[in-house]
């Protein structure tokens, strides 16, 4: 059975650009959350959808933006990429908002 | 004050020893706790999840939740050098209408020496 599975696992942009990652949950999962985590601190939450609508939204500038689709898929954009951004990106996959939470392998993101 | 917060580490212990990882959150109204184990370069896996008062059980490793005193510990007998890594401890808390975001410490690494 399929994990949590991320696209690209690893990408390096230049300032200015914008980005998409992509998310596929584990099957039959309905929530996906979005997490930032740069070096040597634990993630931070940047989203969560569940049923394809947001349910939540961590402190982060407008830059950043999520949906969920149908298949309960997800993409994370984050348009005009800044040095701060350089982090890896960890996607979430749930069955429900309160229950135990997996993570994908990651994107590392790197911008120059 | 952070929200969750851990030793940073590294928590070092010889290989066979109890590796002790302790975790503190500030808010009350948490009401799930989990710990993730991240190696190096790696992304978190969940290793123990618990959700009421007491000692919770998973082969080498207990968690335990004292909701009174807000502190979370992960138990790892036999540690084995396979083990080294950063544990991060996570706290969620539900409202109405809310979601359930994982708040995360800044991690504890652990060195499990030979």
């Known amino acids: 059975d399929a994990g949590v599975t991320q696209s690209p696992t690893h990408l390096i942009k230049t300032r200015g650009q914008h980005v998409t990652l992509r998310c596929s949950p584990i099957s039959g999962h309905k929530s996906v959350s979005w997490y930032q985590q740069v070096l040597g601190q634990g993630p931070q939450f940047i989203f969560q959808y569940y049923e394809k609508e947001e349910r939540g939204r961590g402190n982060f500038p407008d830059r950043f933006s999520a949906r969920q689709f149908p298949n309960y898929s997800s993409e994370l954009n984050v348009n005009a990429l800044l040095l701060g951004d350089s982090a890896l990106y960890l996607c979430?996959?749930?069955?429900?908002?309160?229950?135990?939470?997996?993570f994908g392998q990651g994107t590392r993101l790197t911008v120059v | 004050q952070k929200e969750v917060e851990q030793n940073s580490g590294p928590l070092s212990v010889p290989e066979g020893a109890i590796a002790s990882l302790n975790c503190t959150y500030s808010d009350r109204g948490s009401q799930s706790f989990f710990w993730y184990r991240q190696y190096s370069g790696k992304s978190p896996e969940l290793i123990m999840s618990?959700?009421?008062?007491g000692d919770k059980e998973d082969g080498r490793f207990t968690a335990q939740l004292n909701k009174a005193s807000q502190y979370v510990s992960l138990l790892i007998r036999d540690s084995q050098p396979s083990d080294s890594a950063t544990y991060l401890c996570?706290?969620?808390?539900?409202?109405?209408?809310?979601?359930?975001?994982?708040?995360f410490g800044q991690g504890t690494t652990l060195q499990v020496k030979p």
């Open positions: 979430a996959s749930s069955d429900d908002l309160n229950t135990e939470a997996f």
């Open positions: 618990i959700y009421s008062n």
């Open positions: 996570a706290v969620r808390k539900i409202r109405s209408g809310n979601t359930g975001k994982l708040i």
